[in-house]
């Protein structure tokens, strides 16, 4: 199986700050890599796939990029709903793992 | 707009089987894939399993050997049967659709609808 490892496992920021979130495959996985936002008690949310196109309705604050078999999650801006906790997910073969998850926190 | 809806006990003894249903409106369900994901307590997201087209059915191999996962076209719905299940299959099952996307020129599969999760606890 592919092994993602996302860092950190939970993060501190403050309303309208920048953050970015990592990911790291164990092995190549081209830009199969999905990000997921999911807030307490709801269905999680797909952001971004293909490790940097936003999925529709995800607003343009949310961005994704790629170094080789790592991956980043940044949100510009952070607003009140972003505190969720974000997985990401590779899609490059099954079993489509997830990384542990980073928890976001108003600091 | 396709919803998807978990159903099932949310009490399951230990050694039996957890069965869980997911009924799909507002959709077609031919050409996609549906998968199961689990988030048990205070932990991160597992995908357990999908199946495709009625009998295409692949799960994680951490789990394949008490997984079965079926579809019923006809009733818009498609189910996942746990068996043997301990304490530690005590989550918030969720069912979900692959839809693919494209991107460059290529398709990618992310999971873009979800169910709002059910929680199924193993216990005597």
């Known amino acids: 199986d592919i092994q993602m490892t996302q860092s950190p496992s939970s993060l501190s920021a403050s309303v309208g700050d920048r953050v970015t979130i990592t990911c790291r495959a164990s092995q190549n996985i081209n830009t199969f890599l999905n990000w997921y936002q999911h807030r307490p008690g709801k269905a999680p949310n797909l952001l971004i796939f293909?490790?940097?196109s936003l999925h529709r309705g995800v607003p343009s604050r949310f961005s994704g990029g790629r170094s080789g078999t790592d991956f980043t999650l940044t949100i510009n801006g952070l607003l009140p709903e972003d505190f969720a906790t974000y997985y990401c997910?590779?899609?490059?073969?099954?079993?489509?793992?997830f990384g542990q998850g980073t928890k976001l926190e108003i600091k | 707009q396709v919803q998807l809806q978990e159903s099932g006990p949310g009490l399951v003894k230990p050694s039996e089987t957890l069965s869980l249903t997911c009924t799909v409106s507002?959709?077609?369900?031919?050409?996609?894939?549906w998968s199961w994901v689990r988030q048990p307590p205070g932990k991160g997201l597992e995908w357990i399993g999908y199946i495709y087209d009625r009998v295409i059915t692949n799960s994680n191999p951490s789990l394949k050997s008490r997984v079965t996962i079926s579809v019923d076209m006809s009733e818009h719905q498609f189910s996942l049967k746990l068996s043997s299940v301990t304490p530690a299959d005590t989550a918030v099952y969720y069912c979900?659709?692959?839809?693919?996307?494209?991107?460059?020129?290529?398709?990618?599969?992310?999971?873009?609808?979800w169910g709002q999760g059910t929680t199924v606890t193993v216990s005597s």
């Open positions: 997910q590779q899609s490059n073969s099954f079993p489509h793992t």
């Open positions: 979900a659709r692959h839809q693919a996307l494209a991107a460059a020129g290529s398709l990618y599969y992310g999971m873009d609808v």
């Open positions: 293909a490790a940097s």
């Open positions: 507002g959709g077609s369900m031919t050409n996609y894939y």
